[in-house]
């Protein structure tokens, strides 16, 4: 019980942008259990029997992996009081904004394979994604956009503390 109410009162003492980026995870990690429960259910043959063949899970559980995990290491850099709460909010959201470069680069060189082919992609209803994220959702595409929202007010706050510091003012982090 203590370390719940620890946990209630260290998220009550949290700022806009710990609260912020704790949401962020909430919704990578609702992102990432939705793929989870569809590979679990593709899996889950009748007893001994498998029921159908895949060789590998979907193309978008490894990239919601990585940004689920990427985020939990941001929000836990959120609930640290030390000094190195910044760096691990600020390598947690770069590790989320990589997954989903390399997710993006990944589908674009799948696309434009297809478009060689002449396969008609854009319209094809077996062929699922959005905004070129291959097995993507709208919700993956705001989780990027909030991710470097996040990334660009962590990184305005660190360069801000280091500017403080060279010109001698003082000021007191009461996040």
Known sequence: MKVVSLFIDRFRSLDFFGHFLFALFIAATINFYDVFILVLRRTNGDGYMVSACYYAPPPAHLPR???AVSL???AVGVFLR???RNIWSLLGLVGALSAYG???SNSY???LSLSAAEIDFLNNIEIR???YLYGGAWLDVGVAVSTFVALVLIAERFLTR???A???VEHVDFS
């Open 65 to 67: 992996l990585l940004v």
């Open 72 to 74: 939990l290491i941001a």
């Open 82 to 84: 030390s000094f190195p």
């Open 102 to 104: 390399l997710w993006w």
């Open 109 to 111: 060189r799948v696309f």
């Open 129 to 131: 994604h959005v905004a």
């Open 162 to 164: 280091e500017q403080r």
């Open 166 to 168: 060279d010109s001698g």
